[in-house]
């Protein structure tokens, strides 16, 4: 076992590529949502690791102008549309709080 990686996934030139691609988007929806903090959308390919039973969501997190964090959630059944900022607050609050950090 001389290639074993423990940690995040190494960063490979697709997953840079689907990284730039969703920072681009996600900066053009908050730049045409001035109101908005929050976002729920669909993966970029290759952005995130899909899971072979459920569906995968990207949380995205505007901080500031210019300063977005994401996670991915997974879920079995898909939103019944674009999720509101308080649906959107609401899911991102809570994947933090799975993971152990607070007020997300």
């Known amino acids: 076992m001389d290639n074993v990686h423990i940690g995040p996934a190494p960063l490979t030139d697709r997953l840079m590529r689907a990284t730039e691609q969703a920072s681009d988007a996600d900066r053009r929806w908050f730049a045409e949502n001035p109101g908005r903090s929050h ?25 500031q102008p210019g300063f977005r964090v994401r996670t991915a959630i997974y879920a079995d059944t898909p939103p019944p549309g674009e999720a509101d900022e308080a649906s959107a607050a609401w899911l991102w609050n809570s994947a933090m709080a799975s993971q152990g950090v607070p007020n997300g």
């Open 39 to 63: 976002r729920m959308r669909r993966p970029m390919f290759g952005e995130v690791p899909a899971h072979p039973d459920f569906l995968t969501f990207v949380l995205v997190k505007q901080v």
